[in-house]
DNA sequence: GTGAAAGCGCTAACAG
DNA sequence: CTGTTAGCGCTTTCAC
């Protein structure tokens, strides 16, 4: 490996020269700085960023942690290129650390990334209890930002998106469509996307629907199951809402695969705003999740770019397609 | 910042008998032991990892270049999730780099990888002249890996997919349904893929459907647009192939909006296997793409898990869902 | 302007 | 077993 001192020998100077040139400090005689870059050609230098990250104590790199749990679904997609995109745009890079599925293990990817000293670290956690979150935001030298959790310290290391808000602009919805029995498909736990939405159903559908759960894990398949479960059950409804797109998109199959027509028998709903839901048949009305902004706000929190503190509180907007209708005279169930 | 000198002076011993702790190197004695974990414990001590990876000249980390253009549909979102998910299999970590949309910004992308010296470096790469990746790979003091196109030379760095073979794959069922005048959708060039199996379409399509090509950019909304201009085309056909399942997708769609039955009227195939592709109507049928397997080969190439050259020339299996029926009695259009 | 020398925080011989 | 001494490759005073 060809090292600066090599370079500093075949360009006849010293190594804090050719450190000059390459940093454009201090003033270096043109012929000099002509003289290095011959040498740098000649030798193939490449600087390592390592030690020079050990020297000035600072980098270029912004870590996200998350949990493995969201991904490989639309959500997990656009959170990642996101991600990527707000890095790249303020000239960093994204450093991946897999929460996994344990407190644990979320803390040890925390740790990875903060002991790499990126220049801030994005934390999408599932378990990990918000005390310890604390812990980690006031022990690291550099911005931790928790991500779609409500903390209720720290306001400016937390960027959380209102679920509960969000979930009650898209029952108001339903409920305006003249749906009372409206069935909910759950996330898996613990998520607190999920609970705050889940909640935003509890608190405004009708009394009756108490029973009207079934479990999911945000896969399509765990929607399909849920939704079969949920028609196969002595309850009747007329709508159903999921946590998440996905898991809407896997009811609407069941339905049919059932014979049930949406929306003319069921309605359905999820959240999120995946691309393929205008896609689909029927097109899906659902919640567009500010992931976007929520990841940019982060970012810029992270390289410094806003002063002041994060948007919170960010609900999203509903997006209405055909996969609700009014509610049917007759229930189908 | 507390370093290990710290903790060597707080437990009364020498650096280097913490680094030995730390490492299990030579056996420390037990009471010793004990006093520097407690001195650990209580300085709150944090080992750097970039200095760690100074001294020995290794690190944890393995790159991904990636072009942006692949970002934020399902093949990105698999490419990722299993990169990250073998990355952590085998205790390493995930670092991003975008390849953005030129040569110049890919070799950057590489470069920066290289330069912080990730012990592996897979590279998604589009634009950078084979040339240029073979002049990185022998450079390069660590493995790196170019995925999805095949090279001429170093092919023990190279793992692609024999995109070609797939494309007969798909074409040889299209063909034993009786379809003879198939449409094909594009997506973006340059890309490797997209070219094998647009070559496969060509070599096995009937000589009049030369025309039957419309350029998509791989995203559902291309392939609607480009399956409405396949439609209002003077050519008639009986199916369409799109090169990804995104475009297959608003492919279909479109012929919805334009009252066509797919199958009935018009039968669509696609590629990578998108989970979607299950619970759409109709159900897609496609070509399973073996990312996982191109990725998991990656990974362990990197790690020295598999001395053996790596798997090349994968192809992937067809299934056979309900968008591809036998070829109609008349033609529709 | 430029070079010498002292770090950044850690590991790895080499003595003892 | 443990401490001392050099590095790893770069930046950054501080003199000249």
Redesign the interface.
Known sequence: ?VTMLDVARCAGVSKSTVSRVLNNKNVVREEIKALVYKAIAET?Y??????Q??ATQK?S?IGLVIT?EV????F???L??NA??F??QHDH??????G?HSADEEINAI??L????CAGVMVYARHTPHAELEKIIN?S?MPVMILNQRLSVCPDRNIFIDHYRGGEIVMDYLLSQGHTHIAWIGGKMPSPSNTARQQAWRDNVHPDCAALVAQGDWS?ESG?QAALTLIDGAAPFTAILAANDDMA??A??AL?DRGLRVPQDISVAGFDNA??G????PSLTTLDTPIEQMIQCAVEQIVGLSPDRPAQGLTGTLVIRDSVGPVPVLMPN
């Open positions: 490996m193939g490449r600087p390592n960023l390592l030690a990250q050990l980098t790199m493995n991904y490989n679904g639309p997990f997609s656009t990642v290129y990527a995109k890095c790249e890079r994204l450093i991946f650390a897999d996994k740790d990875f903060v002991r790499m000293k022990e030298p399509m399909y998109l896997g609407i199959k049919k691309k393929i205008h896609y689909f048949s």
